[in-house]
Structures are given as structure tokens and as C-alpha cells.
């Protein structure tokens, strides 16, 4: 009998979850029970993310509080802001948040009460910090001064406004706030998977996200997007993309940002990141790669077509984000500081009902022999 691999898992389910579901034929998207085209439209990252740790929509007076819970976390340990100032400059951004996660940890008392009311507050706790964590290494970088956080700003707004010392405007804000939802959760993806086996070893909330960050970061999963940012960069101009194309996919290399393990249709996310790439280029001054993108996606629909090879949330999250003026080397922090809801999410329910995380692999190794000492060999 042959014995079945299920190579990269695909098909496998590792758990249950109240947290997503994904129609992957129909292009669907639910966070628990929600439509991702309605929380676009109606929701909040707040509130998206309220949604995620307590399966439900808060009341005015619940988000209230954790809008209140999340702006007390913002600023950093004095640990934390000093190795800031060491590392600044010397690795990418996305190390320092992984770092940053890990002090977060360190310095937490509490890090290995694995109760669900101790989880909350640490998902509370990192999902306040990562944004503060990014704006600073990157005000640092250039030289500035950290910008502080802002009592009157939302979650969304707030980064932007301490990344570039400027208030964003009413459809920035908005456009910032609504990627962030669309980012924050996505039901057994990599990263999610790779948290949980680190919590199903009853290791602690930090590490389990420092294992997702890790993970998300290759360009395979969440690092696609910077990736779609460099092809944008090497295509350059509308006439070279047949050539780029053709060449790279005679090479046998992948267009970043395209195809999906569960979507065989287009993402509906970047459904709703084109639609709000439309509203920034409409007074953006920096909408070349917004443009090429949506060339570029038009090409590959004739090149690719006959594959289940589609535009997938990475796509257009590149250019939406170059739109409102944020480099490219924070688009996957970005990224992770965004899942950091689902991420934890997912954690409750691995700590709330956890087994051990241990599959097996099939032996193919050398049959049994005997051990030659090394002045034999
Ligand atoms: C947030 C996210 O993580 S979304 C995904 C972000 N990643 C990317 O955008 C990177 C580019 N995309 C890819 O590499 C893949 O589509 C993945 C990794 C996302 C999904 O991969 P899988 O489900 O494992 O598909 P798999 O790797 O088996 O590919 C199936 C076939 O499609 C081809 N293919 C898949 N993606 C692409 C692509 N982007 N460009 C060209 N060909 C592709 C593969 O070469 C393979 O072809 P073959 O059967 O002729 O060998
Ligand atoms: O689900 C996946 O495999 C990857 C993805 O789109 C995500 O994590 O948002």
C-alpha cells in the first residue's frame, strides 16, 4: 500500500475554527459570519478585530473600551525604544517587529498565564504596539524623531500619522483602515498554522507570534507584496511588461502576487483594494504603479488564462500602499502588524482547546546498518 503525503498539507484540516471561512471557487470570505465586503464597507480594523477575539460585533461602549485598551498600549518599553536606537538602520523592519515581540515578551510577568482573559490582553498589548514599533524604526532610520502616538486618532490613522509626522486625510485614513481589516485574518494560512504549533506546544502568546512573523515574512506568503513591489520597480513601463513576463515565465519563476492555494478566482480582497486604488489615484500624484498594475493583471489574464492563476490580496496592496507614501520595505510589517488580530485570534482557540501539534513524516532514509567509527570510514 502506498502510503498518502499530503505535500504542504494542502486539503488537510489541522483544527476547527469559528474565526473564517473561505470559498475559494466563489472567491468568498467570511470572518465569523461577515461578509469581508461588508466589513469593508462598514467596518473598522477596531472593530474587526473585537470581532475576531469575541466572535461577535462589540457594543458602543465595548469598543469604546478597547479603542481606550489599545491607545494605553501604544507607546514602547524604555527596553525596547533603546534597542530601537541600536538596531535602527542596521536590519529591516520586519526583524526589529520580530524583536520587538520577543522584548514584549521577555518583559511581560505574565507571559505564561495562558488564561483567556491574560490572552486578550497580550493580543490587545501587540496588536497596539506593532504599529508603534514600525513608525518609530522608521522616523529613526531617517535620522527623525519618534513621532508620539495621537489620543484622537484611530488605529489606522494614528500609524500613518506617526510614520510621517502628518495628519492622513479623510480617504487615506480610510483606505489605510480598510487594507488593515482585509489583512487581518484569513483562516489556516502559513503564518496562522505556524503559531499554532508553537502554542500547541503550550509556549507562550509572544513566541507563538514571533513564529508567525517568521513565517509570513517569505515571499511566498505575506513578504509577496514588497516582491510585487520589485517586479513593478524591473517592469518599470507599460511596453515592457510582455517581455518581463514571457521571460520570467520561461524561466519558470513565479509572477509575485498571483495564484493562491484556496482562491481559484480572483482574492476578494483584491477586489476591494483595486476599487479603493481607484479612489487614491484619483488625486494621487504617485499612481504610475497603480496603473501598471492593473496592465500588468490585464496581461497575465490573457497569458495565464485556462490557470487558476489569479490576483491575490498582495496584488494591488503594493501599489495601494506606495499611493499613500509608505515604503516598500514596510509593506509585509504592515502586513503582519494587521494579522496580528487573526493571529491571536486563532490562538485563543488553539489554547482554549489545545492538542499537541505533531504529524509524521514517511521514512525514505537508508535501511538499518551498522555504525562504521570514523578512523574506519
Ligand atoms: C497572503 C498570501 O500569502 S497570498 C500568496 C502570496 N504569494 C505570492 O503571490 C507568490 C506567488 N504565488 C505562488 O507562488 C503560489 O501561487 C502560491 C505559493 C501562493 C500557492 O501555491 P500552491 O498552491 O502550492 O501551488 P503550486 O506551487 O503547487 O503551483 C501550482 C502550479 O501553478 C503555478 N503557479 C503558481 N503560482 C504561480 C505564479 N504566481 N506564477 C506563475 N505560475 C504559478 C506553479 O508553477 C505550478 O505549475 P505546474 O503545475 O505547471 O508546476
Ligand atoms: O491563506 C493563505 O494561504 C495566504 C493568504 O492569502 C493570507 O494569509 O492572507
Request: contains cysteine; proline residues 6%.
Amino acid at each position: 500500500m502506498t502510503e498518502v503525503i499530503a505535500r504542504g498539507l494542502e486539503g488537510v484540516n489541522v483544527t476547527a475554527t469559528k474565526l473564517c471561512r473561505i470559498d475559494g471557487q466563489k472567491g468568498e470570505l467570511i470572518y465569523a459570519g461577515y461578509n469581508i465586503f461588508d466589513l469593508a464597507e462598514h467596518s473598522t480594523f477596531e472593530e474587526t478585530a473585537f470581532l475576531l477575539w469575541n466572535l461577535r460585533l462589540p457594543t458602543r461602549d465595548e469598543l469604546e473600551q478597547l479603542k481606550a485598551d489599545l491607545r494605553r498600549e501604544r507607546p514602547l518599553s524604555d527596553l525596547n525604544a533603546r534597542v530601537q536606537r541600536e538596531i535602527v538602520g542596521k536590519i529591516r523592519p520586519m526583524r526589529a517587529l520580530e524583536i520587538s515581540v520577543i522584548i514584549a515578551g521577555a518583559l511581560d510577568p505574565k507571559s505564561s498565564d495562558l488564561s483567556q482573559e491574560q490572552l486578550k490582553k497580550t493580543a490587545a498589548l501587540l496588536t497596539a504596539r506593532m504599529p508603534t514599533v514600525l513608525a518609530q524604526y522608521h522616523r529613526l532610520r531617517q535620522g527623525l524623531d519618534p513621532v508620539p502616538p495621537r489620543d484622537d486618532l484611530g488605529h489606522a490613522a494614528n500609524f500613518l500619522w506617526m510614520l510621517k509626522g502628518e495628519e492622513p486625510n479623510e480617504l487615506e485614513a480610510r483606505v489605510f483602515d480598510v487594507a488593515m481589516i482585509l489583512h487581518a485574518e484569513h483562516e489556516m494560512n502559513a503564518s496562522t498554522f505556524s503559531a499554532l504549533v508553537t502554542a500547541s506546544t503550550l509556549s507562550d502568546m509572544y513566541s507563538a507570534i514571533a513564529s508567525a512573523i517568521g513565517t509570513l515574512k517569505g515571499p511566498l506568503h505575506g513578504g509577496a507584496n514588497e516582491a510585487v513591489y520589485r517586479t513593478l520597480e524591473a517592469i518599470g513601463t507599460e511596453e515592457n511588461i510582455p517581455r518581463y513576463v514571457d521571460d520570467l515565465l520561461a524561466r519558470g519563476e513565479r509572477v509575485m502576487g498571483i495564484g493562491h492555494r484556496v482562491y481559484k478566482t480572483t482574492d476578494p480582497r483584491a477586489i476591494i483594494l483595486e476599487q479603493l486604488g481607484h479612489k487614491l489615484a484619483a488625486t494621487s500624484p504617485d499612481r504610475k504603479y497603480f496603473d501598471l498594475s492593473l496592465k500588468l493583471r490585464d496581461y497575465l489574464a490573457k497569458k495565464l488564462e485556462g490557470k487558476p492563476l489569479y490576483p491575490n490580496v498582495d496584488f494591488f496592496s503594493a501599489s495601494v500602499y506606495k499611493m499613500l507614501g509608505i515604503p516598500s520595505d514596510l509593506y509585509t510589517p504592515i502586513f503582519a502588524m494587521s494579522r496580528i488580530a487573526g493571529w491571536t485570534a486563532h490562538l485563543l482557540e488553539q489554547y482554549a482547546d489545545n492538542r499537541l501539534v505533531r504529524p509524521n513524516a514517511l521514512y525514505e532514509g537508508a535501511d538499518p546498518r551498522p555504525y562504521v567509527p570514523l578512523e574506519q570510514r
